[in-house]
């Protein structure tokens, strides 16, 4: 019983904290994240801002249970923190977090897309996206296509006009490709909105839609990292596979909300961070090493 006790106190333990480790000017530095509200906490020694970020389980980038919690979740912490920011950040479903920074009740979504001027916020009426939010310069993202139900033919011939009037199911707040969100605007395809990835699998299987959007691997992983049965996920991942034609490539980014104090020193401050990690190989030094790190567990 006394072990058992001990193994109890020191999971709790394990689980209260997240370290973060990163290297800035050839020094290995690490921050260490305490249970705060529904999220974490960052301390930065030097802080000059505490930055509340939201974010989503969007795996194999980001997730609550993931290992490390994703390469981007250390990414986002480790370069906020190089740049003197202490850090709460929490996971919400994503149209609560991005109605949470569209109205100034945190700071920084991520990881974003890129918005186009025109995009019209969902919160806030009559106003643009980029009129309530500033967009970082980008970091590594993915591949952005269709899935299908296996077997069938492609629908998508390249153009997105092949697909006019298709039922496609979109995750509810996402951005997709500024061609495909600006034709879902104009009703040129018949959307039916999940509210997560695997809802959204769900629905391909269930013939409801006959395409679904979004990151291919994300698509994937979402069954894989999903709370069912082994022969649940197999029977969902052998219904489905990928169009031939991928949309195309998206970046990510950090989106800042322009209520928050001082954003524009913010923003400034972020693509400072971003540029010293990119041009020191610490972008990919650190993404490589927690992936390696995951994938031997």
Not at 70 to 82: I, K, R
Not at 246 to 271: D, G, H
Request: proline share 4%.
């Amino acid at each position: 019983m006394r072990v058992l006790l001990i193994f109890i106190l020191f999971s709790s333990y394990c689980f209260a904290q997240v370290p973060i480790t990163y290297i800035q000017n050839d020094t290995r530095r690490t921050v260490i994240g305490e249970r705060y509200k529904s999220g974490y906490l960052f301390n930065a020694p030097n802080s000059v801002q505490t930055i509340h970020v939201v974010t989503l389980d969007w795996p194999p980038y980001i997730g609550n249970k993931l290992c490390n919690k994703g390469w981007v979740y250390q990414f986002s912490v480790a370069v906020l923190n190089s740049v003197d920011y202490s850090v709460y950040i929490e996971f919400v479903p994503w149209a609560r977090a991005v109605r949470a920074v569209e109205l100034g009740k945190a700071d920084i979504l991520m990881p974003e897309y890129y918005i186009e001027d025109t995009a019209p916020s969902d919160y806030v009426a009559g106003q643009t996206r980029r009129k309530l939010l500033g967009l970082s310069n980008s970091f590594e993202g993915g591949n952005i296509g269709f899935l299908k139900r296996k077997g069938e033919p492609d629908r998508f011939n390249g153009n997105l006009k092949s697909l006019k009037g298709s039922r496609i199911g979109v995750v509810r707040g996402y951005q997709n490709t500024p061609e495909f969100d600006a034709m879902m605007d104009n009703n040129e395809f018949i959307i039916i909105d999940a509210v997560d990835d695997l809802q959204l699998v769900n629905l391909l299987v269930a013939k409801r839609v006959d395409l679904i959007i979004g990151d291919l691997d994300v698509l994937i992983y979402s069954v894989k990292y999903a709370s069912l049965a082994n022969s649940e996920k197999q029977a969902l991942l052998s219904a489905i596979e990928p169009e031939s034609k991928a949309i195309q490539y998206n970046p990510l980014y950090f989106a800042i909300s322009k209520s928050t104090p001082n954003w524009l020193t913010v923003l400034e401050n972020i693509n400072t961070g971003l540029y010293k990690f990119k041009n020191s190989g610490e972008t990919q030094r650190l993404k490589n090493t927690l992936l390696n790190e995951c994938d031997k567990l």
